[in-house]
């Protein structure tokens, strides 16, 4: 199975700041990476895939890049409900992989 | 718009087989690229994928679990099922239902039904 690794475990912020999240596979999953956004009482989001690729719906200020085995996942001026877990998942291969997760807390 | 809801047992002992329902709405498990799977996460860790279900029957399943996973559906009521023989305390979890993109991401997830194994 593909390892994946995700960097900081946690990570505060304030409202307006930017912050980066990585993710590192322990193998080449080419571009294919998924991120997501979880919050308490809400179904996990989507927000991006392909490793690049915004969701529908999902404001500009998320963007992700990287290929092979790193990853990032950028938010440019955090707004205040942006506070909550980020996940990565590899969709390379089977079977599908997730991150240990990030929880990205008001500073 | 595209829902998902997850129903369970809510407690079970060891030893018992859980069963899962997943409830949709939007999209037919009969349309041709649609998919449904099962992801899961004990209290206060990670996220971890059990199974997968396509449209043409196809089936896909956590190695790890293989032998203890079943996963159905029932396309004229837009239900998925998941059976877990065998648990143990270590499969207490929320048991999310997702859509999946055929690339392999998952598009919608359900809020989750939390399932406790005690004696």
């Known amino acids: 199975d593909v390892q994946m690794t995700q960097s900081p475990y946690n990570l505060a912020a304030s409202p307006g700041e930017s912050v980066s999240i990585n993710c590192k596979a322990s193998k080449s999953i080419n571009k294919y990476l998924a991120w997501y956004q979880q919050k308490p009482g809400k179904a996990n989001k989507l927000l991006i895939y392909?490793?690049?690729t915004l969701q529908s719906g999902i404001p500009s200020r998320f963007s992700g890049s990287g290929s092979g085995t790193d990853f990032t996942l950028t938010i440019r001026s955090l707004e205040p409900e942006d506070f909550g877990l980020y996940y990565c998942q590899q969709h390379n291969e089977y079977p599908p992989t997730f991150g240990g997760g990030t929880k990205l807390e008001l500073k | 718009q595209v829902t998902l809801k997850e129903s369970g047992p809510g407690i079970l002992q060891p030893s018992q087989t859980l069963s899962l329902t997943c409830t949709f709405s939007g999209f037919s498990l009969s349309t041709y690229g649609m998919g449904v799977g099962w992801i899961r996460q004990p209290s206060g860790k990670g996220l971890e994928w059990l199974a997968n279900i396509w449209w043409d029957d196809d089936k896909y399943y956590n190695p790890s679990l293989k032998n203890r996973l079943t996963i159905s559906k029932d396309t004229s009521n837009n239900q998925e099922f998941l059976k877990i023989t065998n648990v143990d305390t270590a499969d207490t979890a929320t048991y999310y239902c997702?859509?999946?993109?055929?690339?392999?991401?998952?598009?919608?997830w359900g809020q989750g039904t939390l399932v406790t194994v005690s004696s």
């Open positions: 997702a859509r999946i993109a055929r690339s392999g991401w998952f598009v919608y």
């Open positions: 392909d490793g690049s």
